[in-house]
């Protein structure tokens, strides 16, 4: 039998679980500069971003225990000036973690998922 080769599919969808989704999409509305495409029950999605990937967000009634495996990484022209919108946004920078006047930052959302800001 000949081996596969290539992608297995196409990543288009980005979830991420949150505990209060108002707060979870002010925040990730103003981050990434999307709209609301849709909520439904415990979700809520955004319209596609311009490289065509949607982020969702997902209530969950549990807490976040443990560091998260997976995050994003946003590539931003200035990471001090990107960090100060992310706490002003209700975001934070982890501790031991930034770097300043480095190109990157890993900072957390307001229910602590993870995702770092770094100049490309």
């Not at 596969?4 to 990730?28: K, N, P, Q």
């Not at 990107?82 to 770097?99: C, I, Q, S």
Request: glycine share 8%; proline share 6%; aromatic share 6%.
């Amino acid at each position: 039998m000949a081996e596969e080769t290539g992608a297995v599919g196409v990543l288009t969808h980005i979830g991420i679980d949150v505990s209060d989704l108002e707060r979870a999409e002010a925040f990730y509305s103003a981050l990434l500069g999307v709209e609301r495409d849709r909520a439904w029950e415990q979700y809520l999605a955004f319209k596609p971003l311009p490289n065509g990937l949607t982020v969702y967000l997902q209530r969950v009634p549990e807490e976040k225990t443990s560091k998260s495996r997976v995050h994003m990484d946003l590539t931003v022209p200035n990471v001090p000036a990107a960090l100060a919108r992310v706490e002003a946004l209700g975001g934070r920078a982890l501790r031991d973690f930034v770097e300043p006047g480095e190109n990157l930052a890993v900072v957390a959302d307001p229910d602590d998922n993870e995702f770092c800001l770094i100049t490309g």
